[in-house]
C-alpha cells in the first residue's frame, strides 16, 4: 500500500493493550503449532528410521551362493520363483526342470537363513538343489529364502504348469 492508500482507510481507534495480547495469542498459538509440527516431524524420522532398519532385516542375513558351470551352450534362462522352507523344517529339496535332456550350462542359487548359512548343493544329474539348515538350537526359526535360476539348451521344462514352474527366457 501507498501513503495514499492509507488516507482512504477508516479511522479505527485501537486498544494497544488489546491489540498487544491478541498478536501475543496469535503469536503463542503459532509457536505451539510450529513445536507440534517440529514433534511430528521427529516421530516420523524416528518411524521412517525404524522401518529402514525393518527392511534390512526382512531377508535372513546369512547365506550361501552356489554355482555350478558346464560347457554346454545356453539359449534359455530358467528363473525359478522364490521358495521358502517354513519354520521348524530342517531340509529341503526345490526340483530343477532342465532335464530330458540335461543341458544345464549353468545353474546358480541362494539359500538365505536366519541362524547360520545353510548347506546347499546340486543333487547329480542336476535334479534337484538340496538344503539342510544349520542351527545350533535346533529350532530353525524363521523361513529359508531360496532363489534360483539355470541357463538351459532347450526350454522344455517337462513340468506341469503350477506355481513352482520356472519362468523360461530366450538370451538369443
Known sequence: MDENQYSKLPNIEVNSS?????????IEFDVARLKKT?????????????GANLKKMSSPPHCTHVSKDTDYLSKFKFTYPTVY?????????????CLNPAAVNKAVTTVCDWAAPPQVEFTLGDEYVHVVRQDPSGRYNGNVVITTYQLCSHNRTYIPKDELAPTVTDLL
Do not use: C, H, W
Not at 85 to 97: C, D, N, S
Open 85 to 97: 522352507i517354513p519354520p521348524g523344517q530342517r531340509e529341503a529339496y526345490q526340483q530343477m526342470f
Open 18 to 26: 488489546e491489540f498487544y495480547d491478541k498478536v501475543q495469542d496469535e
Open 38 to 50: 517440529v514433534e511430528v516431524m521427529k516421530n516420523l524420522r524416528s518411524v521412517i528410521a525404524s
